[in-house]
């Protein structure tokens, strides 16, 4: 083969031989941290790599029917936290963080963010994702925990026990969001 | 039978390490063809729409649009893409149009 074809072919992952695969556990309901994982796992697959997303605890709210179109940001609690857009060099106290409406207000400047970045929101980043292939799971000891049933779910996400997350991370690459 | 097409155009034309064309302007649909062959992919129309739209925007903003501009405003549902280009929709349907490496995270 010309080293032409050779540069070309190396690109294509076929589906049936390759081996890479990502499992993201998804486990913080903020918005902030809600994207993290659906970035890469979108990424994943327009890379051709495999992917599957368990969601635990409150990272159980990306992927629940009622909550999903509802995350927000804490204002409390974050070292970090700062209207980054707007004025970088303010870092908001964490007292200014319990005035009533600050996380209202703090999630409507992302939310705004999110959407000049032509980022999808949360539910419909969901659909993309189970339409490119990314298997959602809900952690089985959190739905029960939270008194969901898999129809509280987003359809097309199965629930899921930590044992057979095992079979599932087995062979694939790892990362705890 | 699947038409059989002559590969060697690509032997003409200058590749990246990641085998995507160094100067979209040298693309033409027949090479275009040839690089899909080369994936062991076939064309067809709803490959030459993706294609199309791609090179469009690109000719209009310089970059190779993100796979949500292309369901979005050109109009191809995700789950398609991912069955027209199998093993990564972003990078093949940007490696056939000729153009640089996609840069969009979405």
Known sequence: MSDVLAKIKGMKVDEKTTTRKLVLVSSKGGLDMAYPPMILANAARMSGIECEIFFTFWGLDLITKKKMGKVNIATVGNPAFSMAPYAPWFKIPTWMGLIPGMSWVATKMMAYQIKKLDFPPIPEFMENLLDSGVKLYGCKLSMDMMNLQEEDLIDGATMLGAMEFMELSKDAQVMFV | ?106
């Open chain 2, 1 to 106: 039978m699947p038409e059989t097409i002559d590969l060697t155009i690509l032997e003409t034309l200058d590749f990246d390490d990641d085998g995507f064309m160094t100067d979209a302007n040298d693309w033409t649909p027949a090479i275009g063809k040839a690089i899909a062959a080369a994936l062991e992919l076939e064309l067809t129309e709803r490959h030459w729409d993706v294609i199309n739209f791609s090179r469009a925007e690109f000719a209009e903003h310089g970059d190779a649009p993100s796979l949500r501009k292309i369901t979005k405003v050109g109009g191809v549902p995700t789950k398609e893409l991912y069955v027209l280009f199998p093993g990564g929709p972003a990078k093949l349907a940007a490696q056939i149009a000729g153009l640089p490496k996609p840069t969009g995270c979405i």
